[in-house]
Structures are given as C-alpha cells and as structure tokens.
C-alpha cells in the first residue's frame, strides 16, 4: 500500500524552486573537474634498459621477479610504463637517465 500526500500548487512550486535552489549552490560548492591526466608513455625492453641504465637482460629479470610489472606487448615482447620505471628507479635509488629519453 502506497502513502498519498496532497500539497497545494503553490506549495509545490514552492518546493521545486527551492531544490533548483539548493542544487545551483551544490553546483557552486562542488570542485571543478581536473584535467585527464596524459596517457604514460610505454617504453619497450630496450628502451627501459637504456632509460634504467640496466641491460635488457637486467629488465627481464627485474620483471620475472617481480620488481618491475610489465604489460603484454605481444607473444614475445614487453612494454613498461614510464612512471612505473621511475618509480623503480626510486625505490631502488638508481640514477635516472639524464637527457632525452629514448625514441
């Protein structure tokens, strides 16, 4: 059983005004959206092993133990974000490559 409640016109009109109100000073409260952050750049073996200063045998072992997650590139080769590299750089306080990186 549904409950009924009869308000007069005036009354409701009253109450729409008010909710259009109210949302108008949420939408004033509420935070502007921030901007989408750039896709991470991918960098594949080799090019981790320069930006790491490893040898791409360094990178794949540093992959299969863990230490470093990668991403599928294909059946045969890996890719690693950069900042997943930095990160790594950090936690195991390594140099970062100076310069460019790599194209």
């Keep these: 059983m549904q409950a009924v409640i009869l ?4 009354e409701w009109n009253g109450l729409l005004n008010e909710v259009a ?13 921030a901007p989408p952050t750039p896709p991470d ?22 992959r ?7 991403l599928r590139l294909n059946e045969k ?9 930095t990160c790594y750089l950090t936690r195991y306080n390594r140099r970062p490559l100076d310069g460019p990186l790599p194209d």
Excluded: D, M
Aim: avoid cysteine.
């Design 7 to 10: 308000v007069s016109e005036a």
């Design 21 to 33: 109100r109210l949302r108008k000073e949420v939408k004033k409260l509420s935070p502007p959206a």
């Design 41 to 62: 750049r991918i960098l594949n073996v080799r090019e981790a092993a320069q930006y790491l200063r490893l040898k791409p045998e360094g990178v794949r072992n540093a």
């Design 64 to 70: 299969r133990q863990g230490r470093l997650q990668g």
């Design 77 to 85: 080769e890996w890719g690693f974000r950069l900042s997943e590299l």
